[in-house]
């Protein structure tokens, strides 16, 4: 007979840590939050120290029945929601609905859902911790001042729909920041010169560096005519060369952050779907016989700290796989990567570096796989050795101009036999070979090619590229990257075009009168320190009505102003030259969360849209009849696909090049992959390299 209920979040995490508790303990899921502010107020009591009026969500009553009825028939209740400032403030709520004792000993907590770990957490329950609660409490009660004192003014003065938000503000002006940026960029040309060279068969390339022995940049053509004269009919001899043994260190282990940056280099997973997989992942996968098994631990943490059990798991089958050479001599410690970062959860990690993604591979989905492979290989290389790289830098120099040779080789793989980490432009480090050359030696050379290139623009942000610059300002935690890139995509005010965020022109305006009416939340450092207000409030140094009193002191008088002196703005759809086939109205051009797309101008009396058509110049290989267009799937992914569609049914995900395939005739597509694109032949697998002049 049961005579103690624990209650989690999920049917998941009740299913997995049922199986560890044994027949003496009832659990299950809330599903989740039970209270919240209401949705039709603000729901917050301003002068009365800002006391939030929680009421139960709606369609939870048949869940919290079943709590109720089973809370009579126990002993004791145990409350292990997850284990940061959402689940203490779900425990909180809990206590409160099921009249817990105030101070009662209810809730427990782990980093991982193993047997374990489990048992350990309820031999020592806890309190509440209240400052968890109240900082979960002060960040609900910020986010929605900002959010319905500012939107109801939006609503008014430019459009209904629209909303504004304390962190999802500062991120769309970092994206219209980074447009003007681009924008405003002036390219500046530059030249290089690179000289193919031999010695005896061994060929290898340098490139221009210097002249009179000062480092010299080319900035036009006239300069590097100047070098290509000084060279004629001299030999080149090398004159210096630069051996020495370079460490490549690892990677720490993934916080949340790095995990969802390197998951969408990697694996091409938004930053949703990685917290959905991983959630998956941490709650519990069904292993056949063994029963279902929480394979990683809590995946919202900001701290790269492993707990010495699983490092010594770690250093020990580093040590049978790879050998003694793999483990380093002292384990690894990696440090706080900045004063933000909270210390209270573990890393990232497998729960067991045994279980290797290979062995359990047939009970996971495919993305589940994929995510869980990620992040074993990058923890058991986190504890590995590090690499060893010979480098040779050698000078080469005819008369007085000096060309430079840099290559590199693996003297040791260390962690690299594991796991390298990805960048943002998708390069690898790759051996660079040079022959054994030294000092005196006369090297033969095949062809001097110079070439022209202007400097680029910084880039527009990726999802991972804001990820990283949003954690480096200190602006959200690891719970919110996620659900703010998708507010900003939802409301209209991003888009995404090639995986990359582009401001909409609502955006733009909405930011605009932002900054001239609440230039505080737009304020990176005001922002961040928000953020630290709050992690103080959770270590127990301030009071939390303090922050929010403090905050909303200035607010209101913006708030005073912007409702005189906003003025009302109306927003121009842009006419296009296509007209509604339902309607024969003119069809305008909207924003939506994937770009661009055509909507009749009639709404809401005709909802007629179209995608916007773009032509590849491409005829089409299955009919010969249609053209090729780039098309949108709905969840946003270019296809391409015959203009005669339903009439012709060709389909491809990758881009057809035009061109036959000499094998087989089908025709070629463009695939990309870290080092470019080639085309390739869907039907018989031939490949040729895609000119330098079509690389994209």
């Given amino acids: 007979m049961a005579d103690s209920l624990v209650i989690v979040e999920s049917p998941a995490k009740a299913k997995t840590i049922g199986k560890y508790l044994g027949s003496k303990y009832i659990v299950k899921a809330s599903m989740g939050h039970i ?3 209401p949705k039709s107020q603000i729901g917050v009591e301003i002068e009365n120290d800002f006391q939030p009026k929680y009421i139960t969500i709606r369609g939870k009553g048949s869940v919290l029945k079943e709590l109720k009825d089973a809370r009579k028939k126990v002993k004791r209740v145990y409350l292990a929601a997850d284990p940061d400032r959402e689940g203490e403030a779900i425990a909180w709520h809990l206590a409160h609905y099921l009249e817990l004792e105030e101070g009662e000993n209810c809730r427990v907590v782990f980093n991982e859902i193993t047997k374990q770990a489990v048992k350990d957490a309820f031999k020592q329950p806890r309190k509440i911790n209240m400052d968890l609660v109240n900082a979960q409490q002060a960040r609900r009660i910020l986010d929605r001042l900002v959010g319905y004192k500012i939107s109801p003014l939006l609503w008014k003065k430019v459009k209904k729909g629209l909303s504004a938000g304390r962190v999802q503000s500062v991120t769309v002006k970092l994206i219209i920041d980074r447009e003007n940026e681009i924008d405003a960029f002036v390219p500046v040309e530059y030249w290089s010169i690179t000289a193919a060279m031999k010695l005896g068969d061994a060929a290898f390339e340098a490139k221009f560096y210097a002249v009179g022995g000062e480092k010299r940049e080319l900035g036009n053509e ?3 005519q100047e070098v290509l004269r000084a060279l004629e009919g001299r030999p080149f001899v090398v004159t210096d060369v630069k051996e020495k043994e370079r460490l490549r260190h690892p990677a720490p282990p993934f916080i949340t952050s790095s995990l969802q940056q390197e998951a969408a280099r990697k694996l091409g997973f938004r930053t949703s779907k990685t917290m959905s997989v ?16 929480g394979l990683i631990t809590y995946m919202r943490t900001d701290s790269t700290r492993i707990s010495p059990v699983a490092q010594e798991e770690a250093r020990a089958y580093i040590g049978e796989k790879y050998g003694a050479a793999y483990v380093p001599e002292q384990p690894r410690v990696y440090t706080k990567k900045n004063a933000n970062t909270q210390d209270a959860h573990e890393a990232i990690r497998p729960t067991s570096v045994l ?21 074993w290989e990058r923890f058991v290389a986190s504890q590995m050795s590090s690499a060893v790289l010979d480098t040779m830098t050698v000078d080469l120099t005819a008369g007085d101009v000096t060309f430079r040779a840099v290559g590199s080789k693996i003297k040791f793989h260390g962690f690299m036999k594991v796991y390298v980490e990805g960048n943002d432009d998708g390069t690898e480090e790759d ?3 040079l022959p054994p050359l030294k000092q005196g030696d006369e090297v033969a050379v095949s062809s001097i090619e110079p070439k022209q290139h202007f400097t680029q623009p910084p880039p527009r942000y990726t999802e991972a590229r804001l ?16 659900p703010t890139l998708e507010t900003i995509q939802k409301r209209g005010y991003v888009a995404l075009e090639d995986k990359k965020f582009v401001p909409t022109e609502l955006g733009e305006l909405v930011i605009q009168l932002m900054e001239q009416f609440f230039p505080e939340i737009l304020d990176v450092e005001f ?6 207000d709050l992690d103080h409030i959770e270590e127990g140094k301030v009071d939390w009505v303090k922050v929010l009193s403090s905050f909303y002191k200035s607010f209101e008088k913006r708030l005073e102003v912007a409702e005189d002196e906003m003025k009302e703005v109306e927003i121009q759809d842009e ?10 109205r003119p069809m305008v051009y909207k924003m939506g969360r994937f770009g661009k797309f055509l909507a009749c101008s009639g709404f809401p009396d005709c909802r007629n849209t179209k995608p916007i058509v773009k032509e590849i110049g491409v005829a089409c290989p299955q009919c010969h009849e249609g053209r090729v267009i780039e098309r949108r799937s709905k969840k946003g992914r270019i296809f391409y696909g015959c203009d005669r569609y339903p009439a012709c049914e060709y389909v491809s995900w990758d881009k057809p090049a035009g061109k036959p395939c000499p094998t087989c005739e089908t025709m070629l597509v463009e695939k990309r992959n870290r080092s470019g694109t080639r085309l390739q032949c869907p039907q018989c697998g031939y490949t040729e390299e895609l000119p330098d002049s079509e690389q994209a």
């Fill in 222 to 224: 006239q300069d590097v």
């Fill in 527 to 532: 922002t961040a320190h928000m953020e630290d």
């Fill in 355 to 375: 279980r290797e993604p290979e062995t359990v591979k047939e009970y996971m989905t495919r993305d589940q796989f994929r995510l869980y492979k990620l992040i």
């Fill in 35 to 37: 209270r919240d502010l």
């Fill in 575 to 584: 006419v296009s030259d296509e007209v509604c086939d339902k309607c024969g």
């Fill in 467 to 482: 990820i990283r610059t949003l954690e480096e300002l200190g602006i959200g935690r690891p719970g919110t990257y996620s």
């Fill in 278 to 293: 991983a959630q998956q992942l941490y709650e519990g996968v069904d292993l056949g016989k063994e029963g279902s098994v």
């Fill in 431 to 433: 051996d660079k070979f």
